[in-house]
């Protein structure tokens, strides 16, 4: 079945160190997401990718780092400068940002616990 | 820049009986949609109905319609004969098509958690 698959589900990470999620899509989806999901806060924007080898800053992108070599990937690396990485975060994806109408195809999401 | 504000942070409602949930947002622009999305418990996030600015007519799909109040900045959510699957979290978002920085990208709402009690 075509979706957006995030791995792990569940992240335990001390402080200082990095870790990367990651997200794979198999709907051949130009654009890509990341958000965050904080309690009463809704999501917010991390980093999105309109293409291969392109990316832009979201909303709050200090502290996170993405790539997206292929078309079907874009992994986030939540480096040790983020303040709060304890989240639920969610990889997202849409057919292009140009032509986006607002429908996105989201992952289950992966929970980062840092201890 | 525009931001989406959902002020219940939780409802509950009785199975089969209706139950609106309520979003505001605020923005200078004309051309947009809006949309609410629903996240299950340890479920994807799914969309549930979008509405064009540009239509005066509410969108409706099957149990699930809204109220657009463009004048207003109001778009509620209306579930006529809730289920128990129905117990989700909801997400009201907007996207601007006017061009510029948040061109393409989805504002979302703080979310409400909607229980659904047999």
């Known amino acids: 079945d075509g979706g957006i698959t995030q791995s792990p589900k569940y992240l335990f990470r001390k402080e200082g160190q990095n870790v990367t999620l990651s997200c794979e899509q198999n709907?051949?989806?130009?654009?890509m997401y990341w958000y965050r999901q904080d309690p009463g806060q809704g999501l917010r924007l991390i980093y999105y990718?309109?293409?291969?080898?392109?990316?832009q800053k979201g909303d709050i992108a200090e502290g996170y780092s993405v790539s997206r070599e292929k078309k079907e990937s874009f992994p986030l690396t939540v480096t040790s400068a983020q303040k709060n990485p304890t989240a639920f975060y969610l990889c997202?994806?849409?057919?292009?940002?140009?032509?986006?109408?607002?429908?996105?195809?989201f992952g289950e999401g992966s929970r980062l616990t840092v201890l | 820049a525009q931001t989406v504000t959902q002020s219940q942070p939780e409802m509950s409602v009785q199975e089969a009986e209706t139950v609106t949930l309520s979003c505001t947002y605020d923005?200078?622009?004309?051309?947009?949609?809006l949309f609410w999305y629903k996240q299950p418990p340890s479920r994807q996030m799914i969309l549930v109905i979008r509405q064009e600015a540009y239509k005066q007519q509410n969108a409706t799909e099957n149990r699930f319609s809204v109220n657009f109040q463009k004048a207003a900045k109001s778009f509620s959510l209306k579930i006529s004969d809730s289920q128990l699957g129905d117990t989700a979290m909801y997400f009201c978002?907007?996207?601007?098509?006017?061009?510029?920085?948040?061109?393409?990208?989805?504002?979302f709402g703080q979310g409400t958690i909607l229980t659904v009690h047999p």
């Open positions: 923005t200078s622009e004309s051309n947009y949609y």
């Open positions: 990718s309109q293409i291969v080898n392109d990316f």
């Open positions: 997202a994806s849409s057919p292009s940002l140009r032509s986006n109408t607002g429908e996105l195809f």
């Open positions: 709907l051949n989806h130009d654009a």
């Open positions: 978002a907007f996207i601007s098509l006017a061009g510029g920085t948040s061109y393409g990208k989805l504002t």
